[in-house]
């Protein structure tokens, strides 16, 4: 579960810039000074109710009043993969005999988006919904009046949301109407960043097999010329891995919208600017990233980029890292867990290590995505609900830091103890969630499984330390994390900048495996200007002109001058 989390996690704090933007669905891919309560005064927040000025002291929560009133709530999960169910662990049952609220979740059978749809024409939304925070038709239901406000919900039924609301991440999501109705999970403000210096990491990695890469003298590959020599003499010196060819590189799947590796990972190594003077930048026109295309390219020309990398699923690439076939790999760490702990058990010295990877002529530290203001998903109340009162009190419950505790830690002296007035997970409980997750899952439910609200900024000081093999992979990221919620850039699908978008990106994908395949410079050269001629004949410039219009607005919202 937590390894699916992390990974749509990923996707959506791709590049908002590069063609990688629209792969992530209508959401493009992430510095503010400001505290939390100053960044929460630069907008005109729904969280700033008068609710808000009228709590003060010890205020009753909704849940507790009502633990005796039971009643069941329906929640949608828009993910088809969702396999979690409610009752019969240790947190969901403590959980519903603390609120008194049962859970019905509802999982679409088949695709997410026809499911939702449906549901919408047929005004059949359940009580609670949890969708992901670029998701086009939350607007649709927000302008039907289908959706409750939480802030006009916390005013009627519950003061003590007002306690527990997260004034940044409120501000981020209130609409020109003054209200907020959505609550994100895994959001993190640019505050919580700089308040919180080295406590994130980011999915986005450069991994090499430690054994083969120590093999050829642990080279330096972030220089084009070191890039290439290592892949050679990798190549070279591994031909086959236990009678398999090597794959001297790995990359994301090749989609219908191009390929994360080769655009926002590769962007974000080579620390290209997402924005220049103010005005949204065209990262995919960059020298220096086009230069590194050209990379690739040359090793493509001379047989170094295998056909594999063009075809295989996740699935089969999941089997090839356990395999420890690839060389290196432009990948994202978190996807590679389960591999990784296979080749680990199999032979320590196999394992992927994280390390500098491609950077531009200038040698600057790359800008890698991480945790973003926009979060993952966004969790709202449909007014099909009958128990609106008891959906808020919910989710105020589940916001607190006592339902964080909860939903991270578990039950006090079950899965944890207090030590010394700190949370301290019991090792046999780590080393259950390590060992066998299904298991820990089933039994106790936490860390997460239930992770539709998560706040893990809050959950910082009890996430265990991860331990070998994941620990380098996700220590490595730590300086290079980067704040880049005000590139987070939404396109209504029903507007001309989405449809052009859709356009380019569709074009885009067939043109990227061209590039690195043309056998000659000149080739590319002439492949990716006809790409930029169509691009422009498509109206791009419209594209960029909104990301413009739409940063200024998030600086606005964040308080960035």
Known sequence: MKGRMKKVLALLLCSAIGLSVSACGATSNDPANESVSDAGQSVDSGAESTAAAEVSGDVVPGWQKHADEKVTLSWYINYSWF???????????????????????????????????????????????????????????????????????????????????????????????GNFYGYPNISTSPSDIEANEGAFISTQTFLVRKDMYEAIGSPDMTTPEGFIKAIKDAAEMFPEVNGRPIIPFGTHEFTSTG???????????????????????????????????????????EGYLSDDIFIDTRTQMDEKIAQGRYFCMLYQRSDITDPQKALYANDPDSIYLA???????????????????????????????????????LLSYLMSEEGQLMMYMGVEGVTYDMVDSEAVMKEEIIDLANNDNAAYTTEY????????????????????????????????????????????????????????????????????????????????????????DKREAYGYDKVLEEYTRQLKENKRKLGIE
């Not at 103010?278 to 086009?290: F, I, Q």
């Not at 005000?486 to 052009?500: F, G, K, V």
């Open 83 to 177: 396999p979690a169910t409610w009752g019969g662990n240790l947190v969901s049952d403590t959980v519903t005999e603390l609120t008194g609220v049962d859970i019905e979740f509802v999982v679409p059978a088949g695709n997410e988006s026809e499911k939702l749809n449906s549901m919408i024409a047929s005004d059949t939304l359940p009580d609670i919904l949890t969708i992901g925070a670029g998701t086009s038709q939350i607007e649709d239901m927000i302008e039907a009046g289908m959706i409750y406000a939480l802030n006009e919900l916390a005013d009627e039924y519950d003061a003590y949301f007002w306690t527990v609301v997260n004034e940044e991440r409120a501000g981020w999501y209130t609409k020109e109407d």
């Open 259 to 301: 390929n994360y590796a080769f655009e926002s990972y590769l962007q974000n190594f080579l620390a290209i600017p997402y924005e220049q003077d103010g005005v949204a930048y065209d990262r995919l026109t960059d020298p220096e990233y086009v230069e590194w295309l050209k990379v690739f390219r040359s090793l493509g020309a």
């Open 355 to 393: 390390i500098d990877g491609p950077k531009n002529s200038a040698g600057d530290d790359p800008t890698l995505s991480g945790p973003s203001i926009t979060g993952w998903t966004l969790t709202m109340i449909s007014k099909n609900c009958e128990h609106p009162d008891r959906a808020i009190e």
């Open 445 to 532: 439910g936490g860390m997460n499984t239930y992770w539709m609200m998560a706040d893990t900024v809050m959950q910082i000081p009890w996430v265990p330390a991860t331990v070998a093999p994941m620990d380098q992979v996700e220590d490595w990221t730590r300086p290079y994390v980067s704040s880049m919620a005000q590139y987070n850039y939404i396109l209504p699908s029903d507007s001309d900048e989405a449809n052009i978008l859709l356009k380019v990106n569709n074009e885009w994908s067939s043109t990227l495996p061209k590039l690195l395949l043309a056998s000659t410079e000149e080739e590319f050269d002439e492949l990716f200007n006809k790409f930029l």
